[in-house]
């Protein structure tokens, strides 16, 4: 069963820092795209970061460049997200999601494959940022 596993959220002061895990079972992300979104209330679900797995190649929205890194860890088939320097406008509910084609965008284009093209979805963790 292809799963995706999301954890790491919490309530965090402004400035402070999370670190998100996104945990593969099922299947291994040696060819993936792996990609980061988040979702506030009452708004679309946007890209935030992703990374090639196969080289780490990583890509940032231009809001969380310098605050926020992607990484990924083969051994434990799992992409984290370090997020430093949180506004209140990070508040959100953030999902991993894989796909091989979106991989291809990243190489391509270097940036994120949208939201529809990722097939494998997370359930989220929420994010809130306050004081």
């Known amino acids: 069963q292809v799963q995706l596993v999301e954890s790491g959220g919490g309530l965090v002061q402004p400035g402070g820092s999370l670190r998100l895990s996104c945990a593969a079972s099922?299947?291994?992300?040696?060819?993936?795209?792996v990609g980061w979104f988040r979702q506030a209330p009452g708004k679309e679900r946007e890209a935030v970061s992703c990374?090639?797995?196969?080289?780490?190649?990583?890509y940032y929205v231009e809001s969380v460049k310098g605050r926020f890194t992607i990484s990924r860890d083969s051994a434990k088939n799992t992409v984290y997200l370090q997020m430093d320097s949180l506004k209140p406008e990070d508040t959100a509910i953030y999902y991993c999601?894989?796909?091989?084609?979106?991989?291809?965008?990243?190489?391509?284009?270097?940036?994120?494959?949208?939201?529809?093209?990722?097939?494998?979805w997370g359930q989220g963790t929420r994010v809130t940022v306050s004081a």
């Open positions: 099922g299947f291994t992300l040696d060819w993936y795209a």
């Open positions: 990374i090639s797995y196969s080289d780490g190649t990583p």
């Open positions: 999601a894989a796909d091989l084609s979106a991989a291809n965008i990243l190489r391509l284009f270097s940036r994120c494959a949208p939201v529809s093209a990722y097939a494998n």
